[in-house]
């Protein structure tokens, strides 16, 4: 019997987890991908609790990431004269192990590039899903059948739109914009040699801006309406933020004179989305473009956590979509209720000045250490199955 046919949408991090395991129990797998190549460097990610780290070891990546590990990054908070206002603990910003996206998605890539087809510089135009199959039209490859298409494509999700509706019905703006700009500041430096170091950042009411963040080398974010501006116009979308962020002092004025200067910058939303459903037929969602919510929590576990079950659910049935996209579902809608609650802008960025004082005494208090630990115990709020073993004994 010929081998199931997968289309997996999208190569940084659900993309090529998900691929993994679709290899691993005999699917074909196709992954293509928007970028001509994989994206390096990156803001750093993380993962945290028993759950995230099991699903790594499974895969037979974590010694790989912890090599690779950045470190973790106090977030020091000052007022426009520089005096420290507050700490952000590194162990909150950056979990059990943090890593750059990019220096993830090669390690995931690697495990994969060896058997699945990559097409690069590619992506999805159209999707006709059928009885037997779904048609899949791309950008530059001819059309082909896939048996089942999955979008692990992103906030910005292309399969989302094709499949499930237009993104406006599934992605809330929740009034608050981020950029970054430049690497983050492990970016050029051996691994070997992230030592523990610290970020600043500075409110002013609505906005936060910070420098020297393993996130990026600057990081803004700021309270605002829906924008209307182009997604490819970098310059345009520089001038929003310095716009928002002019009249602020501290160290803001530099920043903002270095800006149109530094690579990689990038704007959008801070959006999550939010979906009663996200299998369709013989579609599906893994990650953001199922469950993202910017900044919120823990979105690059959720995206591993969601490829591992979703491929072993597919294994489980015995390639039987019905079935396993019904039980990928139900599990993984149980698993994110708790990553759904965090406010991230309302939090980094309060609108008042007021609320930005209460903000830094609060990070003080033992509200905060709860806080971390609720967010800590949602990571690991799954009956995980252990899916290669059971799959293997039967
Ligand atoms: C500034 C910032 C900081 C973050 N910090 C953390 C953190 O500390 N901890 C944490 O857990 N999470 C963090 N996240 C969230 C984390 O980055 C995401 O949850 C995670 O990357 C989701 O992975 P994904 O594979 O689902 O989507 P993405 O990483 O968004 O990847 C989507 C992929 O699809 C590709 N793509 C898009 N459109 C198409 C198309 N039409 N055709 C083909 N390919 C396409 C993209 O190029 C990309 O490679 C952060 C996010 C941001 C923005």
């Not at 019997?1 to 797998?29: D, I, N």
């Not at 590990?69 to 162990?91: C, F, H, S």
């Not at 939303?269 to 979906?275: N, P, Q």
């Not at 690059?300 to 072993?312: F, S």
Request: glycine residues 12%; charged residues 25%.
């Amino acid at each position: 019997m010929s081998k199931a046919t997968v289309l997996v949408s999208g190569a940084s991090v659900a993309g090529p987890a998900l691929a993994y395991w679709l290899h691993a129990y005999g699917f074909e797998v196709t992954v293509v991908e928007r970028s001509p190549g994989l994206r390096p460097g990156g803001h750093a990610i993380d993962f945290t609790g028993e759950v995230h780290m099991t699903v790594l070891e499974r895969m037979g990546v974590l010694a790989d990431i912890e090599r690779r590990q950045t470190g973790k990054t106090d977030w020091v908070m000052v007022d426009e004269n520089g005096a420290r206002r507050g700490l952000i603990p590194g162990d909150f910003i950056g979990g059990d192990v943090e890593i750059l996206r990019g220096d993830l998605a090669e390690v995931l890539y690697g495990r994969t590039a060896g058997e699945c087809e990559y097409l690069f510089g590619d992506t999805v135009t159209a999707l006709t899903d059928t009885e037997h199959g779904v048609h899949v039209e791309f950008e530059n490859a001819p059309a082909r059948t896939f048996d089942l298409v999955i979008g692990c494509d992103g906030i910005h999700s292309r399969v989302r739109k094709l499949a499930f509706g237009a993104e406006k019905e599934f992605v809330q703006h929740e009034g608050y914009y981020y950029a970054l700009a430049g690497g983050s500041h492990w970016e050029n430096e051996p691994h070997w040699q992230r030592e523990r170091a610290r970020s600043l950042g500075c409110n002013a009411p609505g906005r936060l801006a910070m420098t020297g963040g393993s996130k990026a080398s600057q990081f803004y974010l700021f309270a605002s309406p829906e924008l209307d501006y182009a997604r490819d116009d970098l310059d345009a979308q520089r001038r929003i933020v310095a716009e928002k962020f002019a009249g602020m002092g501290w160290r803001v004025p530099s920043m903002l004179a270095e800006l149109p200067d530094l690579d990689g910058f990038y704007l959008d939303a801070i959006a999550k989305v939010s979906m009663k459903n996200f299998v369709k037929g013989r579609v599906a969602l893994v990650g953001d473009s199922a469950y993202g919510h910017t900044l919120a929590g823990f979105g690059t576990g959720l995206a591993v956590v969601g490829a591992y079950v979703l491929a072993g659910e597919l294994a489980l049935a015995d390639g039987d979509h019905t079935v396993a996209f019904a039980r990928y579902e139900q599990i993984m809608k149980r698993y994110i209720r708790k990553a759904d609650d965090a406010s991230p802008g309302r939090f980094l960025a309060p609108r008042t000045s007021l609320g930005v004082r209460l903000r830094n005494w609060f990070l003080g208090t033992r509200g905060f250490t709860l806080m971390v630990k609720y967010g800590d115990s949602a990571k690991n709020d799954i009956d995980l199955k252990n899916y290669p073993e059971i799959i293997a004994a039967q």
